[in-house]
């Protein structure tokens, strides 16, 4: 019996022992896999966190938008401006120039270019517009019978004057001049022979030229 019970006794101390010596090694290898898969984690953390902070601070490039070309404006159509004919000297008989900064003698029609007055009245110019909107009012005559020509010195004045301020002479229409003044048979004026000077800016002028188309100086011979 002794024997016996020596034998069980032995056998428990000996069961006892092996499984805690088993159990030892089993608890060391959970703990080791815990702290990898913690390591894991906490490396798999610090990446995630490097690379946030990697992209922050990483320049962000501006969107580069094509750029706009100006919308040209609407095409729009110019008016054509009417020609006018320019005659060249007093504005007989010169040659013809297609030009659209004409001016225009309200008395006689005449047309020039860079002018102030009338070589044949002294008469001021005015644009064809002008002379075109005073014949649609009404406040000139339609025809070759506007303004009043003086007998003796043939300057043309507006309407409405009745003796000319020059020289006193009664003013007559335009055509009532262009009717009865004296003409010389047999002799003309000839256009485009320099034969006369104005005494105050000195420009010249043909024959058919009978004041400045500058200053409204009554002209010179030369001599």
Do not use: W
Not at 145 to 152: D, K
Not at 197 to 209: E, F, H, Q, R, W
């Amino acid at each position: 019996m002794a024997i016996a019970s020596l034998v069980e006794d032995f056998d428990m101390s000996g069961f006892r022992a092996i499984g805690a010596g088993s159990a030892e090694p089993l608890l060391v290898a959970v703990i080791g896999l815990l702290s990898l898969v913690i390591i894991g984690l906490v490396a798999m953390a610090i990446v995630l966190r490097r690379k946030n902070a990697r992209q922050a601070a990483a320049p962000v490039e501006p969107v580069v938008r094509p750029p706009t070309l100006p919308t040209a404006p609407p095409v729009v159509p110019r008016p054509r401006q009417r020609p006018a004919v320019v005659r060249g000297g007093g504005g007989g008989g010169g040659l013809a120039i297609a030009t659209s900064s004409a001016m225009v003698c309200p008395t006689c029609r005449t047309e020039y270019h860079g002018m102030t007055y009338c070589t044949r009245d002294a008469r001021r110019l005015v644009s064809p517009e002008e002379m075109l909107t005073a014949n649609l009012s009404g406040r000139s005559a339609v025809g070759r019978s506007a303004g009043l020509v003086c007998m003796a010195c043939r300057r043309a004045y507006e309407p409405g004057l009745r003796s000319c301020p020059h020289d006193g002479n009664e003013l007559v229409p335009f055509s009532v001049y262009n009717a009865t003044r004296p003409r010389k048979r047999g002799a003309t004026e000839p256009a485009g022979v320099v034969a006369r000077i104005c005494p105050v800016c000195g420009t010249k002028y043909d024959l058919n030229a009978r004041f400045c188309g500058h200053d409204a100086g009554e002209l010179v011979v030369i001599n």
